[in-house]
């Protein structure tokens, strides 16, 4: 899958993506209203990776339901990402989303950028358990819990969102960050931190889902950093059962998902696999 966010959210560059070799396309997170997001700069390029802060803009989970049904209509699977101010907030974009006829919702639960009731929601297990049960209430679709790696111990979280009712676990978001401008002497960034993400954190990323495949009993999905075949690999011997890659398509065009499932390809037949489940997790036993 592309990672929720990147290259936008128009239907037809999610189907560019979902015919470039991903298995299911994730949306931008979508939010209960229009969003506009936060004043540039809100994005800058740094040391092996990007880093973001776009104040999660959107065109509002209702505005987006002719779009999904679009998606849906050119036969592809759909993970609606979507996020909330507040826990019936995130319920109500639950529902409209679920109505919409995605595939599986992507629940944010790990911005970086807004700080709004539940701003601290990444970090606190007892509103992650609270924001998914409310979220399962609303749905029948699964629900996957998108994690932030910037907690003291992921391990309580991820089990928070299970015992919420999440059927997976992404792991994980971007790492809180900044740059500064040495003319300038000032954060570059408007929103003065942003999300880190690309090649910088594929180790923290990896270790993420290291932790959360021995905490919980749902699937995890890996993401963060990924670019190579090789990093996919990495990824699935930690213990990840489907992937998500997004700074790389801004580094490496579109073609990065062709060129990442044939070198996983290539690696299997190399070492012996026939199939993805024979090495999910090897390196953890
Ligand atoms: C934004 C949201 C995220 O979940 C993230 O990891 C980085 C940036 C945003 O829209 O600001």
Redesign the pocket.
């Known amino acids: 899958m592309n990672a ?2 990147v290259l936008g959210m128009s239907p037809s560059i999610l189907k560019r993506i979902y015919d470039s070799g991903a298995g299911a396309v994730v949306t ?2 979508l939010g209960p209203k229009p969003r506009k ?2 004043p540039n700069p ?1 994005f800058v390029r740094v040391e092996a990776g990007g880093l ?6 959107n065109p509002g989970a209702e505005y987006f339901v002719d779009e999904i049904k679009e998606l849906k209509n050119m036969g592809v699977p759909v993970i609606a990402s979507f ?1 909330g101010g507040s826990v019936q907030e995130f319920a109500e974009v639950a529902y409209t989303l679920s109505r919409a006829g995605a595939d599986a919702l992507e629940l ?1 639960a ?5 700080a709004e009731e539940l701003g601290m929601l990444a970090a606190d297990a007892n509103n992650v358990e609270k924001v998914t049960a409310a979220v399962k209430d609303q749905t029948k679709l699964p629900v996957f819990v ?1 994690l ?1 790696p910037s907690v003291t111990n992921i391990k309580i979280i991820a089990k928070a969102a299970e015992w919420g009712g999440a059927d997976a676990i992404t792991a994980v ?2 790492v809180k960050a900044i740059a500064i401008d040495v003319n300038m002497r000032r954060p570059i960034l408007a ?1 003065v931190t ?2 880190l ?1 690309g090649p910088a954190i594929k180790p923290i990323a990896l270790r993420c889902v290291w932790d959360v495949v021995q905490a919980v009993n749902i699937p995890v999905i890996g993401c963060g950093g990924i670019t190579t075949g090789e990093d996919a690999v990495e990824f699935i011997l930690a213990g990840a059962t489907a992937l998500e890659v997004g700074t790389a398509v801004m580094t490496h065009g579109i073609g990065v998902y062709k060129d990442i499932n044939d070198r996983i390809a290539s690696y299997m037949t190399e070492n012996g696999f026939k199939e993805i489940k024979e090495m999910v997790g090897l390196a953890q036993e």
């Open positions: 929720a966010g931008k997170s997001g936060h809100t973001n802060a776009m104040g999660l803009p996020f944010n790990s911005c970086p950028n807004v998108k932030s978001n971007t929103n942003g999300g993400s």
